[in-house]
């Protein structure tokens, strides 16, 4: 569970991380949405096959997991 854990976190942050940081400097709302969609689509190929078994957490569990907590207090909220 550990090893799986590492490959998520690790996923997340080589794969997906590096989308969120560009929105902090656009300057209008279509810009960032389009980097959202981006980030979105890097998501969805690299990141939700490997969450295929969270019901509700990943591996699942049902008590939040350590990946969850990694990606919740690194990921800013910034794309709405």
């Known amino acids: 569970m550990r090893a799986r854990i ?4 690790d996923a997340w942050f ?32 690299e990141i939700e096959p490997l969450l295929k078994d969270a019901k ?4 699942d569990n049902d008590r939040m997991t350590l990946a969850e907590v990694v990606i ?3 990921a800013p909220n910034r794309c709405r």
């Open 72 to 74: 919740s207090i690194k």
């Open 56 to 59: 509700p957490f990943f591996g």
């Open 14 to 45: 080589s794969k997906c991380n590096s989308y969120v940081y560009p929105v902090y400097k656009m300057d209008t709302l279509e810009e960032k949405q389009e980097e959202c969609k981006k980030w979105a689509t890097v998501i969805e190929k």
């Open 6 to 9: 590492n490959f998520f976190v």
